[in-house]
């Protein structure tokens, strides 16, 4: 029992057995997604995990990313569950881009006084992003800063790892002048733009999180929530076929930030902008808030998510393959001689 | 030129160009991290790390922590050139304690608006710790949020990555009643009870951030901003000759909450707490704060950082190889029957 006046870790606004009981809650979801190569458990310092024996020349392919503001969508939603797929996604996505198949991942949570649903929301959509994504929850650590986040808010990053064959790394060098660019929907905003999309929403449309968001039936919350696509199911078949020479990821930058690094520093890229319909949610965040075109492309995936650079003669087996799935996919452009982007 | 009244990223808050250029100015720190494994350049979607062929059957050992609120007192100090070798630090001994060495490590930083100085020192930071402990920096994320991190203020969160053989994982098998435990010195308070200890410093104690620190001599942020130690020097050598049964990090949860952990679930502990000296900082916390013992080392360290599990015919000349170096080293009590830790 503590003095009268004396100072304990709870009354500082830490409580450990509350993090442990969390913990525990967590586990079977996080046992979910383990395989073969995981060695261990949830609650030893670090995660185990067997390098996979059937690859030839392993490279580790590794990212770190959070899915920035679009938490505070979460917060004012108070929806906890699609953030943590997001930042599964994106990760996948994002070691993707090297041709590289995820093998683990670890979040981190940092957050105000640690509400146990919360958490469990959040690490619960990691975890169910993890599945789908055949990739294990290794790890993770859960932040208790009451001063530092306010009560009920919460940061989240994730770190990934995956593995490649070291002759199947995708680096920008097999790309090619004449190269066809295929575009991969997006299913929404993804997880970038989300300062600016707020601040149109919220500010200058005045709309609340429970308001429908114009011509969508949907509520801003549903439309601003829409979890980010894993491209990994769509791309795989391809990938091990080796008809894929590029991808970009498109996030923070949009096409002319992200594009031009898959190409090599020669190369550049012709866009036809009317090969698809930009959706809905992009033309009323353009309008509602006077945004020019040039910087809704550079902050905005625009109904792009990935952009996949295949030779010219394996354009209509990549076409079918990605036919049989449910990610939208066509042609929208080509690589040309000289740097950078531009759009017909 | 945007139209009058159109909204961009940038009066959102978020400054593409300036996050640009910020990575710019560290790509010659961080490329003095890397090593033959690393294949790629800052910059790239993912890191890429070529698994090391000297390890026959190699097991990937992963964790990701941050320096929870320690960063407050690195606010308060202005000083952010220390909180990245914490988190560094502390990564690699929540992996030794399996026996792996670190390989590569990631970085997150979310703040409010970027200042290049303050994410270039903290980045900085993370950079020579990778250096020092033979760790590539393989990648990064600086996550600008200007609405919800305050301005100058950021989390910081750290993921690691290292290897061990299969057959010499940590993990408490090899404990056996009569083992030695050795405890290793801390340098603070390292990364842990800082929620706490800034409650008694600046509230029981009414400390300003450059005041001095009673008895030390020091300002209250050079004592509360001392690094957290890595361990991988001064148990390198035990580890390669396979001299060492366990190892416990002390962090949260202090001793009885880490050192169980490493002992399997059948043995326990006995600790001569005379054995050591408490380090001043831990005495005049718990005085100011009317602190009860079990409190403080249920959250602090108390000066013991790190434990290590030696077989009693191994600890003369595990504790020869630890006189060489500069952490403090001393026998501090053994593994008995009986779950939990005994204090004598």
Known sequence: ??????LDYRSAGVDLDAAERTMEGLKSLVASTRDEHTLSALGHFGGLYAVPGDVASPVLVSSTDSVGTKVMVAFQARRHDTVGQDLVNH?????????????????????????????????????????????????????????????????????????????????????????????????????NGYTLARKIVFESMGLAIDDEFPESGRSVADVLLD????????????????????????TGGGIPGNLPRTLGSELGAVIDLNTWEVPDVFRVLREAGGVERDEM???????????????????????????????????????EAGKGVRWT
Chains 1, 2 share one sequence.
């Open 91 to 191: 990760c996948v996505d994002d070691i993707l881009v090297q041709g590289a198949r995820p093998l683990f991942f670890l979040d981190y949570v940092g957050c105000g006084a640690m509400e146990e649903s919360v958490v469990t929301a959040v690490v619960g959509g990691v975890a169910t992003a993890c599945k789908e994504n055949g990739c294990a929850l290794l790890g993770g650590e859960t932040a208790e800063m009451p001063e530092f986040y306010a009560k009920g808010e919460y940061d989240l990053a994730g770190f990934i790892v995956g593995v490649v064959e070291r002759d199947r790394i995708l680096d920008g060098s097999r790309v090619g002048v004449g190269d066809v660019l295929i575009g991969l929907g997006s299913t929404g905003l993804h997880t």
């Open 1 to 6: 029992m503590p003095k009268s006046g004396a």
């Open 297 to 335: 492309l550079r902050v905005f995936n625009m109904g792009v998510g990935m952009i996949a650079v295949v030779a010219p003669e394996d354009v209509d087996s990549v076409m079918e393959g990605l036919s049989r799935g449910d990610c939208p996919a066509w042609v929208m452009g080509e690589v």
């Open 227 to 250: 979890v980010h696509r894993s491209y990994l199911p769509a791309l795989s078949e391809a990938l091990d076929a080796g008809r894929v020479r590029g991808l970009a990821h498109i």
